[in-house]
Structures are given as C-alpha cells and as structure tokens.
C-alpha cells in the first residue's frame, strides 16, 4: 500500500472515530435526564453496587435469573424504588416506595447447587432507595441521595406472601424488621456481612 493510501485510510477512520465519539457524547446529553426515571434508575442503583463491590470490570447481563455475582459466588439481586421521578412535577404527589420482590424461573446448575424452578436463586437483596424529594435536586448519580438496605432471601421467602401476585415490601417493612440503612461507603462491608451470616 502506498503512503498516500495509508495516510488515506488512517484519515478516513480517524474521521469515523470522531463522528462516533460526538454521536455518542451527544446521545448521553440528550439521555442523561431519564435516569431519575423508575425503568432506569434501577440500572443506576446496579451500578452502584457494582461499584461498591469493585465489580465494574464485568459487563452487565441482563435477563439473568439474579443481577451481581461476586467472584467467590455470592448471588445477589437488586431492586430499586425512590419518591420520585425525572417527569414529576413539585406539586405531585410522591409515590410511595416500594421493592418488587418476586420469585423468578431458574434453571438447574449443579455447579451452584441450583434447581429447576420458580424460587428466589439470590443469596441477599440490596434494596436502593433514592430518597430525594425536590423533583428539582434529583440526581441518580449522586451517591448521598441513596439509602441501601440489604436483605437475606430467606427474610423474603419467610415473610412474603407466597401467594402474592406482585409480592412487594416497603419501607415500613425494613424497618418492623430491623434493617437499617446503609451509605454507599458503607455498603460493600453490609453485603459481606450479611452473606457470611446467611450463606
């Protein structure tokens, strides 16, 4: 290949590398206001447990029958809920927090000690609460707006109707069971914590 081609085919794919770069800065400018919004803020509250955990370098998977694991096999499940969100105005009323918590189907792995069935597969849950309540202060990837509970499956498949068609628990529920919320410091250590205990 001659020099003239070389330096050719080097502009060219320099020039499609910068117009890749602006289309994908400028999608995320445009897409950054939706993350205070419920389908996407769950992804954020992943996010960071992922991060508490130093897990980051893992690409995410979705559709799995449990959302983290860490490499010594701890199975964990995260749910996501807060007061509000991006589209709400000052004047609306605030939901109220819920976690969705329902049993999923899972296939058999021997290796983890699964079975075929329809149970929760986790071993834990971090619940991640997004507690602000000024529509114009939401900001998902602000770590102090987030509380994080961290809840033993065995507590889910005790005290959670069975027979719920949308089983679910709130914030009352957390705390007539004792569990405390934690900062995004503090996190990582609750997780541990709790999974050598209920392991």
Aim: hydrophobic share 35%; proline share 6%; net charge positive.
């Amino acid at each position: 290949m001659s020099e003239t081609s070389k330096n050719s085919s080097a502009g060219q794919g320099s020039d499609e590398f910068q117009r890749l770069s602006r289309s994908e800065s400028d999608f995320w400018t445009w897409f950054r206001p939706s993350l205070a919004e419920n389908w996407m803020r769950g992804v954020v509250g992943e996010y960071w447990v992922t991060k508490a955990l130093g897990l980051t370098d893992k690409i995410r998977k979705g559709w799995n029958s449990w959302d983290l694991e860490t490499p010594d096999r701890i199975r964990i499940e995260v749910k996501t809920t807060g007061y509000r969100q991006s589209w709400h105005k000052p004047t609306d009323k605030m939901a109220i927090p819920k976690f969705v918590v329902p049993k999923v189907k899972v296939k058999v792995d021997e290796s983890r000690g699964l079975r075929d069935g329809q149970y929760r597969p986790a071993h834990l849950y971090v619940l991640c609460f997004h507690k602000e309540r000024d529509v114009s202060k939401l900001d998902p990837l602000d770590t102090s707006q987030w509380e994080f509970y961290v809840v033993p499956t065995k507590v889910l498949d005790e005290k959670v109707n069975p027979n719920a068609k949308s089983p679910s628990i709130n914030l009352r529920f957390l705390n007539e069971n004792s569990f405390d919320p934690v900062s995004f410091n503090g996190l990582k250590d609750a997780i541990f914590r709790a999974a050598n205990v209920n392991r």
